[in-house]
């Protein structure tokens, strides 16, 4: 018994001076984080502060880049109205019924400037909501939806309409009220959202997102006449409308079109020149490759191009590039339509990261009612 009191104890103290010394020892070695512990939390609140800004920055990049690729441009014999987004692996494209008003068959572009035929399958007299089939869109991802919970003032969002407008078509925003009702004859608006993100030119049928979530809360559907206030149906009140469509298309579609397309309409879509489609098809050409969506960028050439250059080469070609951005970009007219840029180029190089300046030049130019990027040219800028 007393031996193993005596090992006891030996154990204890050298327990005891263990701990004793590493104290002395951490306090020596870290001086100046132990008497001053306020500067540590600063400094890592500082880097942690830092990083969420960028995490957060680049999140929204995301949200848009990948909400873009399922929100769609529609015509109605050849005027551009305004947009849809995808909801189903169908091809059923959701939008506001003033946009297809009078209408059974549509065209509808998507970001890549693909065209394909929509057929309208679903229309309201009263709520401004309709459905439109693409059938070559069947089988494409949709967008995340937000089915069962309504919004809540204070919410961030984003308003996105049709990518083959101005690159203002993205707005950024909260919801500022719940509940509203007002009267556009035809239609009878009720329990909408406010927001504070403009619906502007390409907005009108485009998806309201959440900002965190990239999930669609409702449809963009109208403008105040003054000051940045836009109003969206929240998509749990008309989801049942929409479901229903698409599993029983309408054999008859009610004629509206006088009505919807009345002058009191603040929210009707305007088209685009050939220079703001050239404008935005570079910029989106690189905000592709930012996000290493190889196959989207590669469908944005000319055919000729394509020929010229397979995708695995093309993809290949871009494997070592970081990131990309666009420091001044210029569209002119000269033998062809013409857009003249500097890029500066992250790239990586046997582990290491360098910048290179370029000039680059692309030809556009329509192939089958599409925009493309004909051929494209670049020289290191020293």
Request: charge should be negative; proline fraction near 4%.
């Given at each position: 018994?007393?031996?193993?009191?005596?090992?006891?104890g030996?154990?204890?103290?050298?327990?005891?001076?263990?701990?004793?010394?590493?104290?002395?020892?951490?306090?020596?070695?870290?001086?100046?984080?132990?008497?001053?512990?306020?500067?540590?939390?600063?400094?890592?609140t500082?880097?942690?502060?830092?990083?969420?800004?960028?995490?957060?920055?680049?999140?929204?990049?995301?949200?848009?880049?990948e909400?873009?690729?399922?929100?769609?441009?529609?015509?109605?014999?050849?005027?551009?109205?305004?947009?849809?987004?995808?909801?189903?692996?169908?091809?059923?494209?959701?939008?506001?019924?003033?946009?297809?008003?009078?209408?059974?068959?549509?065209?509808?572009?998507?970001?890549?400037?693909?065209?394909?035929?929509?057929?309208?399958?679903?229309?309201?007299?009263?709520?401004?909501?309709?459905?439109?089939?693409?059938?070559?869109?069947?089988?494409?991802?949709?967008?995340?939806?937000?089915?069962d919970?309504?919004?809540?003032?204070?919410?961030?969002?984003?308003?996105?309409?049709?990518?083959l407008?101005?690159?203002?078509?993205?707005?950024?925003?909260?919801?500022?009220?719940?509940?509203?009702?007002?009267?556009?004859?035809?239609?009878?608006?009720?329990?909408?959202?406010?927001?504070?993100?403009?619906?502007?030119?390409?907005?009108?049928?485009?998806?309201?997102?959440?900002?965190?979530?990239?999930?669609?809360?409702?449809?963009?559907?109208?403008?105040?006449?003054?000051?940045?206030?836009?109003?969206?149906?929240?998509?749990?009140?008309?989801?049942?409308?929409?479901?229903?469509?698409?599993?029983?298309?309408?054999?008859?579609?009610?004629?509206?079109v006088?009505?919807?397309?009345?002058?009191d309409?603040?929210?009707?879509?305007?088209?685009?020149?050939?220079?703001?489609?050239?404008?935005?098809?570079?910029?989106y050409?690189?905000?592709?490759?930012?996000?290493?969506?190889?196959?989207?960028?590669?469908?944005?050439?000319?055919?000729?191009w394509?020929?010229?250059?397979?995708?695995?080469?093309?993809?290949?070609?871009?494997?070592?590039?970081?990131?990309?951005?666009?420091?001044?970009?210029?569209?002119?007219?000269?033998?062809?339509?013409?857009?003249?840029a500097?890029?500066?180029?992250?790239?990586?190089?046997?582990?290491?990261?360098?910048?290179?300046?370029?000039?680059?030049?692309?030809?556009?130019?329509?192939?089958?009612?599409?925009?493309k990027?004909?051929?494209?040219?670049?020289?290191?800028?020293?």
């Open positions: 018994m007393n031996k193993q009191w005596i090992i006891s030996i154990v204890t103290i050298l327990i005891w001076g263990a701990g004793v010394y590493g104290f002395y020892f951490i306090k020596d070695a870290v001086p100046n984080k132990l008497s001053n512990p306020s500067t540590i939390l600063a400094s890592e500082i880097e942690r502060t830092e990083d969420s800004v960028v995490a957060e920055s680049k999140q929204l990049k995301e949200v848009i880049h909400t873009q690729k399922r929100v769609v441009h529609i015509e109605v014999a050849d005027y551009s109205l305004g947009s849809g987004f995808l909801y189903n692996d169908q091809g059923d494209v959701v939008t506001n019924a003033h946009v297809v008003a009078g209408a059974t068959d549509v065209k509808v572009k998507t970001t890549d400037n693909r065209e394909f035929s929509g057929k309208v399958i679903g229309i309201s007299e009263e709520t401004d909501v309709a459905v439109v089939r693409v059938d070559g869109l069947k089988g494409t991802e949709p967008l995340p939806m937000n089915i919970e309504s919004a809540e003032i204070g919410d961030e969002v984003l308003a996105l309409g049709s990518p407008g101005f690159q203002n078509t993205v707005t950024t925003g909260i919801i500022s009220g719940v509940d509203r009702d007002l009267d556009l004859p035809p239609y009878h608006y009720k329990n909408m959202y406010q927001i504070s993100a403009p619906i502007a030119p390409g907005n009108s049928g485009g998806p309201l997102i959440n900002r965190k979530t990239g999930e669609v809360l409702g449809i963009n559907s109208a403008a105040a006449d003054q000051g940045s206030i836009g109003f969206s149906i929240p998509l749990p009140n008309v989801i049942a409308l929409i479901e229903g469509w698409s599993k029983t298309p309408m054999t008859t579609l009610p004629n509206i006088e009505q919807a397309r009345a002058e309409f603040t929210f009707e879509e305007i088209g685009f020149s050939d220079h703001e489609l050239a404008h935005y098809l570079v910029n050409f690189y905000e592709s490759l930012n996000y290493q969506d190889y196959v989207t960028a590669y469908s944005l050439l000319g055919s000729r394509q020929s010229d250059t397979t995708y695995e080469s093309f993809r290949e070609g871009y494997l070592l590039t970081e990131s990309v951005v666009v420091d001044d970009l210029v569209v002119k007219n000269e033998d062809a339509l013409t857009v003249k500097i890029i500066t180029a992250e790239e990586r190089k046997n582990s290491n990261i360098t910048y290179h300046k370029y000039k680059v030049t692309y030809k556009l130019g329509y192939e089958n009612d599409q925009m990027i004909l051929s494209g040219k670049g020289e290191v800028i020293e």
